[in-house]
């Protein structure tokens, strides 16, 4: 049975353990909503932070500037590839009529400069090699640097796109609730960017885009179709269309909207179901490479220590 003395000292130990892990918790959850609050408000975190951030952005706008000066050097003269290059940046959320210059311009830079980052600061064993193979890296080093750009644009589109597919289902909901309170469809729509500013600040930067294209004059069908082009994807060309449609016949646009939002939440719920069901083929990898061998050397390493310690005796005999 326990000492009495010793019971005592481990529940004071867990109950001071408890205390201190409350308070921390309790100070981070502070801080936590002090942060959302003043991101909710506007107001930036003043002092040493603001000057960083100041500074990151002077640096950040003499670095595009250099970039779009290289970029001109690699402009094409082909306003086409140009013109698809454009509608790739604004489909991955640059919309600054410079960026495709600066676009160019990072390709060329880094094309430029991995090699030279390699010639400044190669090694004794990279200098042995022939010249036929430094010349090889070289090549390389440049076509990774020339493509590496269109890469990570891939990936940032890709990545927006997820954003706003996961959003306009939540998106929709809210249009809804507007629309049947009351209001207009460019009203709603203005609206309910403002609340996804803090939860998909992606959606509400075109709902946004989109309200500001119907209050400048602009038709419906027009904006409605260059949401479609800005976001590149079909639920959003489809839903577009619905709403084009709806303002063309004079149908009722809540009960649309109403239909199309459970139809792409339904979309949602069915990626998710094919996600959960691509995890454990994606897992099996991992698994038998890192986790299995694991296994292998806890289950079988005392047996098979056991195993030489019986029988390297008796054959060394």
Known sequence: MMDAPLLLSICVFLVCFLTILAAFSYADLRKSVKLWRK???GTAAGGFLDHLRQAGHRLRTIVVEALAQVGHVSKPKDEVELSDLRKSLITA???NPTDPITFLGAKLSLALILPLILLAFRSDSIRLLPASTMI?????????GFYAPHLWLRLQTSRRKQKLLDGFPDALDLI???VEAGMGLGAAIARVGDELKLAHKELSDEFHLLAIELRTGLSRQQALRNLGIRS???DVKSLAAMLIQTDRFGTSVGSALKVY???MRKNRYFRAEEE???LPVKMLFPMIFFIFPS???VILGPAVIRIFKTVLPTLTK
């Open 295 to 297: 296994f292998f050397v």
């Open 93 to 95: 959320g640059y919309r």
């Open 232 to 234: 590149d994807l079909d």
């Open 276 to 278: 959960a069901a691509k």
């Open 39 to 41: 991101r909710a408000e």
């Open 261 to 263: 939002s459970e139809s």
């Open 136 to 144: 090889f890296l070289y090549l390389m080093l440049a076509a990774a």
């Open 176 to 178: 809804v609730v507007c």
